[in-house]
């Protein structure tokens, strides 16, 4: 039994019961957690699995939808992502983003009919005066608190000579900031390791004080929260909750349910015996390549721009990579989520479009990623016009004879988490009759805290790290990854004799053990796709996945027979929904 499971079997209550483990329900936990609210977390998959993980890597205001005319939810966007590129400077980063434009004058008679229509009609591309209205309302929206310059505006002559692989048919480029978040789902995992931490039995307590194993410290916790436990029904007594991992099933209860499972929240809310119609959310692929020129043609930054059927994608490098993105079509929830070769063919056509001299192919793409958005409702709207704005539904469902309330989150983006959170947390509060403590705008989240905000400070922190065991490049690795964090991690790789693996230098056998003792591993893609990016940089062999099952197996009890059914269900997931054919590196 895993610890984070036996907890809430424990003691089977709480005063709030959050169901789903995206950043949006994460964020609600760490929030009520720092506000000393009783609360649970279960998550069916692993955290940060669904759409959250599936983004397109982006903390941005939202330019295009001032467009649609939601200027609120651009103001707290632009808002979110300052804030957030302070609090959590080690995965959020000022993203360079170039718009290349084709004309001057375009759009300007179909714009205010698709502001006020929310109809595409004909696509008729956007010209200059358009796109430079809109960034003057967007830097203005983005003045108070600002951290990112205003944008500006070059002739084809200079867009040119900085991006000389862009259309010889190009009038101007536009150029503004917004921000990257390169390991959203390592910020998913500190916003809630924040939020467990905050919840913790004070020391001195009976619980802390005891000499019992850390369960103990843990059913007494005030935040628990656990993956691969799924909430299944309501019965007489409780809610049904369902360990994915053994197939056990016990009850909870809790004073107000907060339901934050994405595009499933109507299939959340059926499965407890209140059907909804709230959401109706839309698909979202992408690819990622390994391309040298296409990489070098982007030089550092984004392009973000119209496709010739009026859908806005995204060129950027990533690293050594370059993700492209996205399509955004009405999805069928009774399917997997996964990129079409339909898709694909799209990536390259709108690669085409704006770097026409450069061929890409399908060999060149290491890893394809696909997820619902979790918009609401739209009936006949175009899905590029859904808001992604959010709201929060209340209805009251009887549970064990009491009536509750059960709150479902509908929308919301990765930008404005946070702020959503907070949205949350204070009707929470509200129903509880509890007051707001603390605030969560200013409060660093997790490796954030004393972050080197600067190249030098990060070779100094990198320098001053290295030691015989830890070379640069590993204590490099590793502050990447866990911000700093490093810290606690390298006190455990130091703690004993750790292995670097033969088949990356990117992991070890301490590292993993670290991710089994803290990081709630379920299985071994967990490592693959959501504890390290491999997956995503197209770097996952045959004998990385037997080396990390074989250092899993010891601290997770799996047998040999175990490790062989783990790797077969990594090499599954990776080839079904990634498109990813795991290759041997043995000749």
């Keep these: ?120 009609g004909k696509p008729q591309e956007r010209g200059a005066f358009l796109i430079k209205i809109g960034l003057t309302l967007y830097d203005a929206f983005s003045r108070d608190g600002g951290t990112v310059p205003r944008h500006d505006f070059k002739g084809r002559k200079k867009a040119l000579a900085e991006l000389p692989q862009l259309p010889a048919n190009l009038k101007y480029a536009a150029t503004y900031y917004d921000a990257s978040v390169h390991n959203p789902e390592r910020l998913t995992l500190d916003v809630l390791q924040d939020g467990e931490k905050a919840g913790l039995a004070r020391p001195g307590s009976a619980a802390a004080g005891s000499a019992a194993a850390g369960a103990t410290v843990a059913a007494e916790a005030k935040a628990r929260a656990t993956n691969y436990v799924a909430a299944t029904a309501v019965t007489a007594d409780g809610v049904e909750l369902t360990d994915q991992l053994t197939g056990e099933t016990f009850v909870f209860n809790a004073d107000v349910i907060v339901n934050t499972t994405g595009a499933w929240v109507d299939m959340t809310n059926t499965a407890m015996g209140a059907a909804t119609r709230f959401m109706g959310g839309t698909k979202g692929s992408h690819i990622v390549l390994d391309h040298p020129g296409l990489l070098a043609a982007c030089n550092g930054r984004e392009i973000f721009f119209e496709h010739t059927d ?91 004879g009491t009536s509750v309330p059960v709150l479902s989150l509908v929308g919301g983006k990765w930008t404005t988490f946070r702020a959503l959170s907070e949205h949350m947390t204070n009707d929470v509060l509200g129903i509880l009759g509890m007051p707001r403590k603390v605030s969560t705008a200013k409060l660093p989240i997790g490796g954030g805290v004393n972050f080197p905000g600067t190249t030098a400070g990060v070779e100094a922190w990198i320098s001053s790290h290295t030691s015989k065991t830890v070379d640069a490049a590993r204590a490099g690795v590793l502050l990447t990854r866990y911000g700093t964090r490093a810290d606690e991690v390298l006190a455990y790789l130091n703690a004993g004799v750790d292995t670097v693996f033969d088949s990356t230098n990117e992991l070890s056998d301490r590292e993993v053990e670290f991710m089994v003792e803290n990081e709630q591993i379920g299985h071994l893609i967990d490592v693959m796709i959501r504890r390290t990016s491999l997956a995503f940089r197209g770097l996952v062999t045959s004998e990385l996945l037997a080396e990390t099952a074989a250092a899993l197996a010891g601290p997770l009890g799996w047998n040999e027979a175990k490790v062989a059914q783990e790797i077969s269900h990594s090499v599954d997931v990776l080839a079904r929904f990634h498109g990813v054919q795991v290759q041997s590196l043995i000749a």
Excluded: W
Excluded at 21 to 27: A, E, K, L, P, T
């Design 1 to 120: 039994m895993r610890a984070q499971v036996q907890a809430l079997k424990d003691r089977p209550r709480a005063s709030v019961l959050i169901i789903g483990g995206g950043i949006n329900g994460v964020g609600t936990f760490r929030d009520l957690a720092l506000q000393g609210v009783d609360v649970a977390l279960v998550e069916r998959g692993d955290y940060c699995q669904g759409a959250s993980g599936a983004s397109s890597h982006m903390i941005h205001g939202g330019i295009r939808y001032l467009e649609n005319g939601e200027f609120r939810l651009v103001k707290e966007s632009v808002v979110e992502r300052n804030g957030l590129l302070k609090i959590a400077p080690h995965y959020v980063k000022p993203l360079q983003t170039t718009i290349p434009i084709f004309s001057t004058f375009s759009g300007i008679l179909s714009a205010p009919i698709r502001f006020l229509t929310h109809k595409q």
């Design 310 to 400: 009026g859908r806005i994608v995204l060129i950027y490098p990533m690293g050594d990579r370059v993700l492209v993105g996205t399509t955004d079509v009405n999805a069928d929830m009774t399917k997997d989520a996964v990129c079409t070769e339909e898709e694909i063919d799209y990536f390259f056509d709108l690669i085409g479009h704006v770097f026409p001299n450069i061929l890409v192919t399908r060999e060149e793409i290491v890893y394809s990623f696909s997820g619902v958005r979790p918009l609401p409702r739209h009936d006949e709207t175009a899905p590029g016009f859904v808001s992604r704005d959010y709201r929060i539904e209340r209805v009251e469902r009887t549970i064990g």
